[in-house]
């Protein structure tokens, strides 16, 4: 380099100090701390007004008064799928390879087919971790995916896979052991000792995915949090028993509560087990939700924790934290006690983003978003290039401000077990097979306050839902003559959304 270029080189350096910014290659890139629930509703969450008054998540509240709390997060169906959206930054449609094999919970995917986002993230200077549940085949991906894993892989070890609040098979790093204590309790340690840099390489930004197995079934507390909420009150869905006029008869087939003698609303079938005596005597329905609420409390301990180890190391003001969970769960809504249903109840999960000085503190955000959002967001903070079409979009206009406009449809969806090209193959050769657990596969776009439900088994019957006037979608509005200018909307957004993520399917 000549003197010329040095001088020059030098004086664009001057300026750019001396303007307050710096070249991108340069900038100092967030580390991504994402802490994922499973099975939690949005009305276990504190800071959401839809909780039960008496619910108490002190952690979680200020995560969310420093940051966006998202109003609906729609991230997948069941475990599987929304971790496969997760990984892949695609809707299960186009995560192709993915499948359920073997004994349950046991799956597989060609990693070739179908690559997971964080090694990207490796190869470009990351290092990156993964830490408790897993559910998204029986390779977990360390070495690959993974610098640093301490994973409970269900899948690996059917034997092991209903361990969730007991003794369980890890493997750290690739090498196996089995593991006594509270596994929330464990899995905010190995956590805490990662952002503090105890298994990691120090000069690197991190990624770290942090994976509970609360709050699912079968929902034990921590010892010192069982009866936390024995005297609570919960009133009972005022749809939880039939009927429910204008929804499809497949509800029917998934109600999952009874009466007992006295009328009180009692466990009946369900797809997930309950309670440390489930199977021996049946749940009412205000135990259930008291139960469930009480497994959280293990984990807002957690999110205080890691926050208070960000802020003593010094990486609070350059980590994005978020808070979510792999889906919802029905609490009594529509007769439910599980996921799978596309109803906000069943779906929609809790969503907290946080930067310090970058997410405005204490706001709320309307807009729904999905999981492959989320991942088109990170790639973009991180300045990494994705090398396979997502389906998400960045989402930083709305963290900068969450009432920025957003003209997009959000789209969701349930192709059951079934992913990639043969969800359009079953769709468009045997729609009548369709179902999942009794639950007809779907697609959801939601928009502007208001929600259509498509069924993709035929005869179902369509729904659609005002948001804002409804939100508990009791009153399906699919023949209502005043929505019907809304109906057509929403119907070509789905089918736009379909066709950008190339469905192969309406």
């Excluded at 969800?423 to 779907?442: G, I, M, Q, R, T």
């Excluded at 948001?467 to 929505?483: F, G, Q, S, V, Y």
């Excluded at 809304?486 to 192969?504: F, I, Q, S, V, Y």
Aim: charged share 20%.
């Amino acid at each position: 380099m000549t003197t010329f270029h040095l001088r020059l080189h030098f004086l664009v350096t001057l300026l750019f100090i001396l303007s307050g910014t710096l070249p991108a290659a340069t900038a100092k890139r967030p580390n991504i701390l994402l802490i994922f629930a499973d099975d939690q509703s949005y009305k276990t969450v504190g800071c959401y007004p839809e909780a039960w008054p008496w619910v108490k998540t002190p952690n979680i509240d200020r995560l969310a008064a420093a940051g966006v709390r998202f109003h609906a997060a729609y991230l997948g169906a069941w475990c599987m799928p929304s971790r496969a959206s997760m990984l892949t930054g695609r809707h299960p449609h186009g995560v192709e390879s993915m499948r359920m094999e073997g004994k349950y919970p046991a799956s597989a995917y060609d990693p070739k087919q179908c690559p997971f986002w964080p090694a990207v993230f490796r190869q470009h200077g990351y290092h990156t971790a993964q830490i408790g549940k897993w559910h998204t085949g029986v390779d977990a991906g360390w070495g690959r995916d993974w610098d640093h894993q301490i994973v409970w892989n269900r899948p690996l070890h059917p034997e092991n896979a209903g361990a969730y609040y007991e003794r369980q098979i890890v493997a750290r790093d690739g090498k196996e052991e089995w593991v006594d204590g509270y596994p929330a309790d464990n899995y905010a340690q190995w956590a805490e000792d990662y952002i503090r840099g105890k298994t990691r390489t120090a000069d690197k930004p991190w990624f770290l995915w942090l994976c509970y197995g609360s709050i699912h079934g079968p929902s034990k507390p921590a010892a010192r949090h069982k009866g936390l909420y024995a005297n609570a009150a919960v009133p009972v869905p005022a749809d939880i028993f039939p009927p429910r006029p204008g929804k499809p008869d497949y509800l029917n087939r998934t109600q999952a509560w009874t009466k007992d003698a006295d009328g009180t609303p009692i466990a009946g079938k369900s797809g997930e087990t309950f309670g440390d005596e489930s199977g021996k005597k049946r749940q009412t329905y205000a135990g259930f939700v008291r139960q469930m609420n009480e497994c959280v409390p293990a984990i807002d301990e957690g999110v205080g924790k890691l926050m208070a180890a960000l802020k003593e190391t010094g990486q609070l003001d350059n980590t994005i934290v978020i808070y979510t969970a792999d889906q919802g769960f029905g609490m009594g809504e529509h007769g439910f006690r599980t996921k799978l249903g596309p109803y906000d109840a069943t779906y929609r999960s809790p969503l907290i983003i946080v930067q310090p000085g970058f997410t405005p503190a204490g706001t709320v955000c309307n807009v729904p978003v999905n999981a492959p959002d989320l991942i088109t967001t990170f790639a973009a903070q991180a300045g990494v290039t994705i090398p396979w079409a997502t389906h998400g979009r960045d989402l930083t206009p709305l963290l900068k401000n969450p009432a920025a406009p957003w003209p997009h449809p959000c789209l969701y969806e349930f192709s059951g077990e079934i992913y990639g090209s043969s969800v359009a193959k079953k769709v468009n050769s045997e729609p009548a097979n369709a179902l999942y657990h009794d639950v007809p596969w779907y697609a959801v776009v939601v928009q502007d306050g208001w929600k259509l439900i498509h069924y993709l088994k035929p005869g179902t019957g369509d729904e659609l839902y005002d948001l804002k006037r409804d939100p508990e979608e009791l009153t399906n509005r699919i023949t209502a003559p005043e929505a019907k200018e809304r109906l057509a909307t929403l119907r070509m957004a789905l089918k736009a959304e379909l066709d950008r993520t190339h469905a192969g399917w309406e």
